[in-house]
């Protein structure tokens, strides 16, 4: 019987599809070109709602949110009504590196996000950037005495970007040299089958100067291009510090754009009086009133005050959940950027178009999938549709990327979740429980 390969698998959060192509073309990203040349580079697409959180834990689990139960960085309980953040404890479905170590493979798992707290694993866990320091990350623990020795970061202090963008451009190239450093430590010293390793400095860089690039700032334009150029010589160190025969696949997990609009869906509803509030203060979660029929959390997920399933719900289950439903679904289509006319979504979902699963009650009635430039927002204060601020670049849903060396893929419209059953077909497992196809 053929032994199935190691495998590297490095993520590079938000990097879109057609900014590495327009790269790779002029020549800025050699390593990258030398990739594709030798195998594949597809479009892929990502999830809904489009955020990492949600995106990732669809590629390591090769489910629906609906399936794993991930659906934003923010989400709630509903009786009573109580805000958390998820993490790695909130993900309900198995993840590649827990199926294969159960299996007796070794691997590695380095910075992936929804893998805070670190879960034990045949080989080593370092959690992504929920964890608050390297004591918190790692399994095992003593794997935190080395990236304590180095100076390892879990992640860039993205509040520099806020008081200067020269300060937040140092300490992210610091970060990536670190994450770079840790990597090669654990590729050479350790016995591993599968690695997986996760950029997740290019999402912050793309959050905070996508606009800059966009615009070619006489400043920021190169700098920008300059971090690039380092991670495509960082992606060339890691594939050169391989061992023969290690398949190699780098992928992104949705698209970046500039923020052309900042669009407050909850000041939508209060100004068309589905969310109110009691008292004449400030609006308060804690204030909710009796009164109100739908609320929203980023990104877009609008959720119905249903009676029986919100602490206090007014909306009768069946016929007037129903037509509130499509009520809203119809309004949110509408709405349009009064100064332009364009559209703000490209289109809204009700949750039983885009999930199932056993956690698909915890879905958001009505998700926004946005238009490309309107980042949706969910304040209770503010104006209904604002300038952004100080990030500048959102997420998009058709710009992914994936690239893979040595192979050629099948071809078609791919997602994100199509990486997980193709991963176990490379290390040869049979996995029924997954969506999805493998693209090789």
């Known amino acids: 019987m053929r032994k199935s390969p190691k495998i590297m698998v490095i993520g590079i959060d938000g990097a879109p599809y057609s900014f590495l192509k327009l790269h790779k073309d002029s020549g800025e990203l050699p390593f990258i070109r030398s990739m594709i040349d030798d195998g594949s580079f597809i479009q892929t697409d990502s999830v809904i709602p489009t955020i990492s959180s949600v995106a990732w834990a669809s590629y390591m689990t090769g489910l629906n949110p609906g399936g794993h139960g991930i659906y934003g960085f923010v989400d709630r309980t509903s009786n009573p009504f109580e805000m958390y953040i998820p ?10 590196w827990q199926i294969l170590s159960s299996l007796g493979k070794r691997v590695i798992v380095v910075n992936v996000p929804v893998t805070y707290p670190p879960k034990s694993v045949n080989g080593i866990m370092v959690a992504g950037f929920l964890a608050t320091n390297v004591r918190k990350a790692t399994y095992p623990p003593e794997v935190a005495n080395y990236l304590e020795e180095i100076d390892y970061r879990v992640d860039v202090d993205s509040e520099l970007a806020h008081r200067d963008l020269g300060e937040f451009l140092v300490e992210l190239d610091y970060v990536l040299q670190k994450r770079l450093e840790a990597a090669l430590h654990f590729i050479k010293n350790y016995q591993w089958d599968f690695f997986q390793l996760h950029i997740m400095e290019t999402d912050r860089i793309n959050h905070f100067l996508f606009r800059k690039y966009a615009d070619k700032d006489p400043i920021y334009y190169e700098r920008f291009m300059g971090f690039y150029r380092k991670l495509d010589a960082f992606l060339g ?3 050169s510090s391989l061992p023969e025969g290690c398949e190699f696949i780098v992928l992104s997990d949705h698209g970046f754009c500039p923020i052309l609009k900042e669009v407050n869906i909850n000041r939508f509803l209060m100004e068309n009086n589905y969310l109110k509030f009691t008292g004449s203060n ?6 909710i009133s009796r009164e ?7 990104p877009g ?22 037509r509130l439903r499509d009520e809203l679904v119809e309004a949110l289509t509408n709405i349009t950027d009064p100064q332009t006319g364009a559209k703000i979504s490209q289109r809204v979902f009700k949750r039983e178009d885009l999930y199932s699963g056993k956690e698909t009650q915890k879905a958001a009635d009505i998700i926004i ?5 309107y980042e949706i927002k969910a304040s209770l204060e503010g104006t209904f549709m604002a300038d952004p601020g100080k990030i500048k670049g959102m997420h998009t849903f058709h710009d992914a990327a994936l690239i893979m060396s040595g192979k050629i893929l099948k071809p078609g419209e791919h997602s994100i979740i199509d990486l997980f059953p193709t991963i176990m077909k490379m290390m040869g497992i049979r996995f029924n429980d997954c969506e999805g196809n493998s693209l090789i």
């Open 292 to 298: 109100t029929k739908a609320y929203s959390l980023i």
């Open 369 to 373: 999938q946005p238009s490309n430039g």
């Open 87 to 96: 993490t790695g404890n909130n993900l309900k479905a198995k993840t590649i």
């Open 301 to 322: 997920r609008i959720y119905i005050n249903l009676k029986g399933r919100e602490a206090m719900g007014s909306v009768k289950p069946g016929r007037d959940y129903d």
């Open 237 to 239: 160190e890691i594939r």
């Open 282 to 287: 400030k609006p308060k979660w804690q204030n």
